[in-house]
C-alpha cells in the first residue's frame, strides 16, 4: 500500500467512526423524512457501511472487521464516560443536574440493542461485500456497495428493533418501526455509493504486509546472542 493509500485509510477510518458517532448525538433530532417520522440518526448512520466498505475496498476484509470493533469499543467507552459524568456534582441548580443527568445517562438495553445490532450488521456487511468481489471482481463496484448495504442496513434495524423493544411492542408496531426508518436509511445508503470509487482497490503489497507477524529479524536477534 503506498503512503498516499495509507493515509487516505487512516482519514477513511477515522471518517467512520465520526459518523457513528454525529449519528448517536442527532438520534435525539427528530425529522419526517420522505413522510415518515424519523430521526437524524437515518441521515448519519447510513454513510458508515459505505465508509467501511472504503476501508475494506482500501486494505482489505481484515481490517475491515477491526475497524468495525473498535468502532463499537470506542461507542461504549464514551457511552461510560457520559454515565461516568452524569453522576458528578455539577456546578447548577439541582432540576439543571437532574436534567442533565437523564440527558447524558444510557438506556443500557437500548444501548446494548444498538452496538449488538452495529457490529453484526457491519460484519455481515463484510461478508456480503466479500463475496460480491470473489464472484466479480473489479467490475460493478457500486453493486458491491449497493448489495451489501441493501443486506446490512436492514438488518441493523431489526436486529436492534428485537433486541430493543421485544415484549413491548406488537408485531405490527415492530413492522411499522422497522419499513419507514429502513426505508429512509436505504435512501442514505445509495446516495452515498459513489464514495466507494475515491478510493483505490487494495494492492498486492497490502496483503503482504498483513502476512508479516511480530518477530525479531535475523540480525537484531544475532544481535542479542552476541
Known amino acids: 500500500m503506498s503512503i498516499?493509500?495509507?493515509?487516505i485509510l487512516i482519514l477513511v477510518s477515522v471518517a467512520y467512526v465520526a459518523a457513528q458517532m454525529?449519528?448517536?448525538?442527532?438520534?435525539?433530532?427528530?425529522?419526517?423524512?420522505?413522510?415518515?417520522a424519523t430521526t437524524?440518526?437515518?441521515?448519519?448512520?447510513?454513510?458508515?457501511?459505505?465508509?467501511?466498505?472504503?476501508?475494506?475496498?482500501?486494505?482489505?476484509?481484515a481490517v475491515a472487521r477491526t475497524l468495525i470493533i473498535a468502532a463499537a469499543v470506542i461507542y461504549l467507552i464514551v457511552q461510560a464516560f457520559?454515565?461516568?459524568?452524569?453522576?458528578?456534582?455539577?456546578?447548577?441548580?439541582?432540576?439543571?443536574?437532574?436534567?442533565?443527568g437523564a440527558f447524558l445517562?444510557?438506556?443500557?438495553?437500548?444501548?446494548?440493542?444498538?452496538?449488538?445490532?452495529?457490529?453484526?450488521?457491519?460484519?455481515?456487511?463484510?461478508?456480503?461485500?466479500?463475496?460480491?468481489?470473489k464472484r466479480f471482481g473489479a467490475e460493478h463496484q457500486w453493486g458491491r456497495v449497493l448489495f451489501s448495504n441493501l443486506i446490512g442496513i436492514p438488518?441493523?434495524?431489526?436486529?436492534?428493533?428485537?433486541?430493543?423493544?421485544?415484549?413491548?411492542?406488537t408485531t405490527d408496531g415492530l413492522l411499522e418501526a422497522f419499513i419507514g426508518t429502513t426505508i429512509v436509511r436505504l435512501v442514505f445508503g445509495i446516495i452515498s455509493i459513489p464514495g466507494i470509487y475515491?478510493?483505490?482497490?487494495?494492492?498486492?503489497?497490502?496483503?503482504?504486509?498483513?502476512?508479516?507477524r511480530h518477530t525479531d529479524p535475523p540480525s537484531f536477534a544475532r544481535g542479542k546472542r552476541e
Open 4 to 7: 498516499r493509500n495509507l493515509h
Open 22 to 36: 454525529i449519528a448517536d448525538i442527532t438520534s435525539l433530532r427528530d425529522l419526517v423524512l420522505f413522510g415518515t
Open 40 to 61: 437524524a440518526f437515518s441521515i448519519a448512520y447510513p454513510l458508515t457501511y459505505t465508509l467501511r466498505d472504503m476501508a475494506h475496498k482500501l486494505a482489505g476484509a
Open 82 to 100: 457520559f454515565a461516568i459524568i452524569a453522576g458528578l456534582p455539577p456546578e447548577m441548580s439541582p432540576e439543571e443536574s437532574a436534567a442533565l
Open 105 to 133: 445517562s444510557p438506556e443500557w438495553r437500548f444501548l446494548m440493542a444498538a452496538v449488538v445490532a452495529s457490529v453484526i450488521s457491519q460484519l455481515v456487511d463484510t461478508e456480503v461485500y466479500t463475496r460480491w468481489i
Open 155 to 169: 438488518l441493523d434495524r431489526i436486529l436492534f428493533l428485537l433486541l430493543a423493544f421485544a415484549g413491548s411492542l
Open 198 to 212: 475515491l478510493v483505490e482497490e487494495h494492492s498486492q503489497d497490502w496483503i503482504h504486509i498483513q502476512e508479516i
